[in-house]
């Protein structure tokens, strides 16, 4: 395992101590816990993106149908006078 220093404004290590402590969890167990869960997110998004421009480097993009289908489930038509 690796260890590091991190710099943080006060007010951030303050909700920290206060989150570790409410958790029955150390300050480094909960930085640590932070740092992981960062890391696997952006992982996830940046791999997503990637693949989103390898497709559009292929020319696989939704027809305007498509993209009509998908808009017409989630937005209502503005109502007319």
């Known amino acids: 395992m690796t260890a590091f220093t991190v710099r943080v ?3 951030i290590a303050e909700k920290l101590d206060h989150l570790a402590q409410k958790m ?26 990637e693949a989103g421009l390898a497709e559009a480097d ?5 027809s305007a149908a498509e993209v009509a289908l ?4 989630y937005v209502k038509p503005a109502h007319q006078s």
């Open 70 to 73: 998908v808009v017409g489930k």
């Open 58 to 62: 292929r020319g696989e993009f939704a």
């Open 9 to 11: 404004p006060d007010e």
């Open 24 to 49: 029955d969890r150390s300050r480094a167990y909960m930085a640590a816990q932070a740092i992981e869960d960062f890391v696997v997110r952006e992982e996830w998004q940046l791999a997503e993106i």
